[in-house]
């Protein structure tokens, strides 16, 4: 079985940063991608990030370009989601997935493509 645990969540200010992370344990699995994705209340899921892991590629939502990076580590298929400039509408649970298979880059944001889910970290930002 695999697992993946986010952490790093938490309050902050408006204009502050936080550090998500995202850890992958259990049954070995070969990953070619990993995202993040995060889901206000009374909102849809929202594609924020991935990492393309064999060509370092990153690919991030339009609304947080600029000021989320994601980076991590294909041997731990660890991940992180730097998040600075951080607005109240951030605020939000934030989860980090696993694609397994290339689906194309363009597909990157779609969600139900992903195979393992984290059980998310909040993330709340204040005015």
């Known amino acids: 079985q695999v697992q993946l645990v986010e952490s790093g969540g938490g309050l902050v200010q408006a204009g502050g940063s936080l550090r998500l992370s995202c850890a992958a344990s259990?049954?070995?699995?070969?990953?070619?991608?990993m995202g993040w994705f995060r889901q206000a209340a009374g909102k849809e899921r929202e594609f924020v990030g991935a990492?393309?892991?064999?060509?370092?590629?990153?690919f991030y939502g339009d609304s947080v370009k600029g000021r989320f990076t994601i980076s991590g580590d294909n041997a731990k298929i660890t991940v992180y989601l730097q998040m600075n400039s951080l607005k109240p509408e951030d605020t939000a649970l934030y989860y980090c997935?696993?694609?397994?298979?290339?689906?194309?880059?363009?597909?990157?944001?779609?969600?139900?493509?992903?195979?393992?889910w984290g059980q998310g970290t909040r993330v709340t930002v204040s005015s």
């Open positions: 997935a696993a694609l397994t298979v290339n689906h194309g880059d363009y597909r990157l944001k779609d969600a139900e493509l992903y195979d393992y």
């Open positions: 259990g049954r070995t699995f070969s990953s070619y991608a």
């Open positions: 990492i393309i892991w064999n060509r370092s590629l990153t």
